[in-house]
């Protein structure tokens, strides 16, 4: 009876092990070798290994695997619609918030990743940078309850929405200031299995922190977002949802580095350079 007993712990403490594991956030990247094909993989440990495609719509493995320091990194997501969200973290507006999410699109061109600089424009005068998280879709979504939206998130990542902010006050519309090629960088990883609805953004600016928020101080959580957004658009697998950002921002010059730190997701890392 004693040796049963103890079989029973045994087998229940390998169970809890296995349930553990299984519950660990899954980590996702898009990489390159030599300047060749963008693929998918999915990390382990220090390696990563091939998908046969996005994870959100496949988790079958090729059977090749790399060595991070092997590959490059790109940007870790593949989105038709990009959609961002204006003043969504009380720190970032003056006066009360709005009734609903300050919602506008910039191209999915303007997506760098976590290896590529920020190109200041040689027209820019006021470049700066802006905090996020990001989440990625992971299915198919029209007019979705908030109450199931989660169901709709396939991942989170981190996200730089550089801003120029003279031509975000001078022109009509935001799609230049915000949506410029390359203006937004992303990475280093695609995250499934993390609380998006608590987690901790830091901004640094040449190592220096200037921005640091909670998710949960968000106006609008990112299921309200995709509740609102898909009322009027519908959304389809890799599509992404930018938070918006927190606190003040300062301009960012030629030679400057800024960092995104996103618990659980890691740091994305881009160096300012100049344009032509």
Avoid: C
């Avoid at 619609?81 to 003043?87: D, E």
């Avoid at 507006?93 to 290896?115: H, K, Q, R, W």
């Avoid at 029209?142 to 001078?170: K, L, M, P």
């Avoid at 918006?244 to 740091?267: F, H, K, L, N, Q």
């Amino acid at each position: 009876m004693k040796r049963l007993m103890t079989l029973s712990v045994a087998l229940a403490l390998a169970l809890s092990s296995l349930l553990a594991v299984a519950q660990e956030p899954e980590r996702f990247v898009r990489y390159s070798q030599g300047g060749g094909d963008i693929s998918w993989g999915m990390v382990h440990g220090d390696e990563v290994f091939q998908l046969a495609g996005a994870p959100y719509d496949t988790m079958e493995h090729t059977g090749t695997k790399f060595d991070m320091s092997d590959v490059r990194l790109e940007a870790p997501v593949d989105p038709t619609l990009v959609f961002m969200t204006a003043f969504n973290f009380r720190s970032h507006i003056t006066g009360d918030p709005a009734e609903y999410p300050g919602l506008f699109i910039v191209p999915a061109s303007s997506i760098v990743g976590p290896e590529d600089p920020i190109v200041r424009p040689a027209e820019s005068q006021n470049l700066h940078y802006e905090a996020e998280m990001a989440i990625v879709i992971g299915k198919r979504a029209e007019n979705v309850a908030v109450a199931d939206a989660h169901e709709y998130i396939f991942g989170v990542t981190a996200g730089n929405d550089v801003s120029e902010r003279a031509w975000q006050g001078g022109d009509i519309q935001w799609v230049r200031a915000k949506g410029s090629r390359g203006f937004n960088a992303v990475g280093p990883a695609l995250v499934r299995g993390l609380d998006y609805k608590n987690l901790q953004i830091t901004g640094r600016h040449n190592g220096e922190v200037v921005q640091g928020q909670n998710s949960n101080d968000l106006i609008f959580g990112m299921e309200e977002m995709v509740s609102y957004i898909s009322s009027f658009f519908t959304l389809e697998p890799g599509d992404m949802i930018w938070s918006g950002t927190m606190g003040s921002t300062r301009a960012m010059v030629p030679g400057d580095t800024y960092e995104v730190e996103i618990e659980g997701v890691g740091v994305l890392e881009n160096e300012v350079v100049q344009g032509k």
